[in-house]
C-alpha cells in the first residue's frame, strides 16, 4: 500500500508521495476545520433568523402608517408572522448551543479543555443576564406550550424638535403572569419576569439574547483561532505540495490524498481544496461582532 497526493482526472498523471502519517494529519485537519465550518453556519443561521425578525417588525410598522390595518383577522395573521420569527431565532439559538458542543467533541475529543470553556462562557450569560435566561426558558414554553407574543400593540407618537413626524412603531407584548403559572419556568426567571413587568415587550429581550450569543461566539472565535490557523495551512500547504511537485498542472482541480493497495486500487479518498476555507473565512467576516447589538436600532426617520 501506498500514501500519496494525485489529481483524478484523466489529463494527469502526478503522484506525490506521502507518509501514512503525513496522510492521517491532512485528513484530521480537513475534518476539523469542517467542524468549525459547520459551527460558524449554525452562528450564521441565528443571525439571520434574528434579523428576519427585526425587518418582519419593520415591515408591520410600514403597512400599518400605510393601510391602517383594523380588521381582526389582520391583526391575527400579523401576530403569526411575529410568533413564527420568534420561534425560528430561538430554535436556531437553541441548536447552535447545543450543535457547538458536540462539533467540539469531534474536534478535540470529549470534555476537552475548549469544550469546558465554551459551556463555561454559556454558565456565565445565563447567569449574568437576566434576557438570556428568559429567552432560553421561552424556547421550551414554545417547543411545548404556546406562541410566546400574547398581543401586538401598534404606537403612535409626535417626535421631533417641533413634534412634526409621526413615528410609528410596533411592540411584540408578553404577558409576564401567562408564563410564571407554567412549571417550565424556574423561580429564578420568574423573578426575572416579575422584574420586567406584567407587559413585556421582547424587544430588548431578544437584542439581549442574541448579543449574549455574539460574545459567546466571539470567545469561541478565539479559542479556536491558533488551532484552525494550523489546519488551514496543513491544507494549503498540501495544495502548495502538489503545485510545486508538478507545476505544469494548470488546476488542482480532482487533487486527492489518497491511500492505495497494491494494485492501485483507493481505499481511502481525501478530496483537497481551499473554497471551504474562503467561505468559512468569508462567513466571519460577514458577522464580526454582535456584542453590542442590545444598543442598536433601525429607523426610518429623515434628519436634516
Known sequence: MRYGLTRLVLESNGFVALSEEEFETIKEAQENLFEALFIEENFDLVVENYLEFEIDLLSAAARQMIHAMRKYDQYQEERRRINRRIANVLTACRSYLDQTGHHLSEMFGRDSAIESKFQQGVSEQYERCAAYRVMYALRNYVQHRAYPIHCLTYPTQWVGDDHDKL????????????????????????????ALGEKIDVRPLMREYVSALGRIH?????????????WEKIILGTIKRFCDAFPEERSTIGLTAVLEDDRGKHLERIVLFDDFIKYRHELERKTPSLVNLAKRYVTGEVTS
Open 167 to 194: 413615528l410609528f412603531s410596533l411592540t411584540p407584548l408578553i404577558y409576564g403572569q401567562e408564563l410564571e403559572t407554567d412549571f417550565m419556568f424556574n423561580e429564578t426567571v420568574i423573578n426575572d419576569l416579575k
Open 218 to 230: 466571539e470567545a469561541l472565535r478565539a479559542l479556536l483561532s491558533s488551532e484552525v490557523q494550523e
